[in-house]
């Protein structure tokens, strides 16, 4: 699958709005905020993914990986936060976790099933 190589950056920029509008959102709210080990997994998931959009930024192959695991990690926290913040939450939040997810789920298709993060191939010029 071909790809446009700055639709990754895109997206990665993208990821990175929405999840600055998440920590914001939750901040306003003290009932959504992680406590305990979820608190632990939640700087798990901020250094994870912060490491793997700076490798996927500089095409790193291995970052796909970090990210799919902070991505796991990520749908663990909206599994535990539903559990029992979602009468609390508004419907931004469910918006924020929604276009988190899908955004998310096309950064991983992207470097997982396209060539966005293979080298450059060097132009060949022949001379006669």
């Known amino acids: 699958m071909a790809s446009n190589p700055k639709l990754l950056d895109r997206l990665i ?11 914001v959102t939750s901040s306003a709210s003290p ?8 608190f632990l997994l939640w ?9 793997a959009w700076i490798g996927l930024a500089w095409r790193y192959r291995p970052a ?15 599994a535990l936060r539903a559990g029992g913040a979602a009468s609390t939450a508004s419907p931004f939040d469910g918006v924020l976790d929604l276009a988190t997810g899908l955004v998310g ?3 991983l298709a992207v ?9 450059a191939r060097p132009r060949v ?3 006669a």
């Open 64 to 78: 796909r990986v970090v990210y799919a695991a902070a991505w796991l990690g990520y749908l663990a926290l909206v």
């Open 31 to 38: 009932a959504q905020r992680p406590h305990g080990a979820a």
């Open 125 to 127: 010029t022949v001379q």
């Open 43 to 51: 700087l798990g998931v901020c250094a994870a993914t912060v490491l």
């Open 105 to 107: 789920g096309m950064i």
């Open 13 to 23: 920029l993208a990821d990175l709005a929405l999840a600055v509008a998440s920590i």
């Open 111 to 119: 470097s997982f099933f396209s060539d966005a993060l293979a080298p």
